[in-house]
């Protein structure tokens, strides 16, 4: 997962303002890096976090700038304002990502600048954006610079084994860069289109483009390619295939103000709030304080509150960014432990069911809140989730060294899981959604549910050889 984004305009006069405001609004997509590229009086500039003296190069530094977006890029906004961008494309890194990005790939007659959020898996390791932008090079070359052509045989030619939004310049020799961006025929990952003054607007998220002020225009299709220059665009849908766009967006990944697909992301949390404060009425109204933990767990406490018709408390505030983020173990634990300030005088004494959007390692619950409520005093700490149990990877985790572990297994009930992970949790008791509960709040049913069900839109022919190592990985029942 990582942020894109897009701006094209008439002139140069609020290019760098929209792309800087778009940016910083989809961080919730990542903070281990950010950067920009700007299309400016014929070149392509580069501005990466840690930051290069020389943006030309397309490589970043190793400074110690911050690396979140505001932080890095506020104090150069008059830097890239003065290049007098028409263009601009941007990114910002999840930590898996791996790379700074835009990243600069070079031909004999052109230059490309690559931003993605997504996924190419290789027979036995992830692969990059610059694997794909180097393909969708060599692809120019067979189609005689026909961009559509390029993209289409790209999209053909990786169908089954990757997923993928981008956004991206090319300049061909002596003509000016042209702004591109394109969605895999999956469509897993999201990317929408809007308007703002005398720009366009491609991103990963629609709240990036209320951010900037811009008109939602359309979502971007899975399998459409957008081409971009002066302040115009055209588009074409090159490659059509069923659709899957990640269940995850809308439970974690994306912000509660964006709308994905047509459905508001806080609307789905707060429906499943609904849907579990009605079926636990009488748990909920016995225990003497419920509280979400923050952030992501707020929409969804929203609803539980409203169905169950019992206020929700302030049980802790958040203390740290999103640990998700963190790969290294060691590392993530620390993290988790300092994510959260607990309302000690609120749980002390009292029976507390903490709300949450979804248990993926468990480090959070059982480090950073579990834990932490118990230390404050509570004589029992219930968790309550909005989403079902993980019971496969996600397939941004399809490479053999993967971490990532999962609770459930699928098939199992939902009970016999939530059991399993109370113990192993801390918690006394672990209450669940089911899949069906999550696709019905939803309203759309072509989705990817692969991390719930193992049933995977893509990557067919390494599941027989994945799943098998990867349920070896996971945790020990005991």
Known sequence: ??????????????????????????????????????????????????????????????????????????????????????????????????????????????????????????????????????????????????????????????????????????????????????????????????????????????????????????????GELCIFSGGNYSSEKLVDRPHAHCLFEWIYFARIQSVLEGTHVYEFRKRQGIKMGTRYRDVIQASDVIGASPDSGRAFGVGVSQSSGKFSEEIASRNARRTFQITDKKLREWAAEVKFLINGPVVKGKWVIVEDDSIVRGTVGSKGMIGKIRACGARRVDMMVSCAPLTGPCMKDFYPESTTAAFGRYGEPVEETAKFVARKLGADRVYYTTVEDMLDSLGIDDVCTGCFTCQYPILQDLLPAYLPSYAKSTIERS
């Not at 140069?12 to 919730?28: D, G, H, K, W």
């Not at 494309?89 to 930590?95: A, D, P, S």
């Open 1 to 222: 997962m990582s942020g894109v984004i897009g701006v094209d305009s008439e002139g140069s006069e609020n290019t760098t303002a929209i792309a800087f405001r778009a940016l910083v609004a989809l961080q919730n997509r990542g903070e281990a890096g950010c950067g920009v590229c700007t299309a400016s009086s014929g070149k392509l500039l580069y501005w990466l976090s840690p930051y290069s003296d020389d943006p030309e190069q397309g490589i970043s530094g190793e400074g110690r700038e911050s690396s979140k977006v505001f932080e890095f890029l506020y104090p150069r906004l008059e830097k890239i304002d003065a290049t007098r961008p028409r263009s601009i494309i941007g990114h910002t890194l999840f930590e898996k990502a791996g790379n700074i990005q835009p990243t600069r790939i070079n031909g004999e007659d052109v230059q490309m600048a690559i931003a993605m959020d997504g996924t190419v898996v290789g027979k036995d390791r992830l692969l990059d954006e610059k694997y794909l932008g180097n393909e969708l090079l060599r692809f120019l070359r067979q189609e005689d610079g026909n961009l559509q052509g390029a993209v289409k045989k790209l999209m053909e030619s990786f169908y089954g084994r990757a997923y993928y939004c981008v956004t991206m310049l090319l300049k061909r020799k002596d003509d000016e860069p042209v702004m591109a961006a394109f969605r895999d025929p999956t469509g897993v990952r999201p990317l929408c289109l809007g308007r703002a003054d005398n720009a366009y607007v491609v991103a990963s998220e629609s709240v990036a483009l209320d951010e900037c002020a811009a008109t939602f225009v359309k979502y971007v299709e899975p």
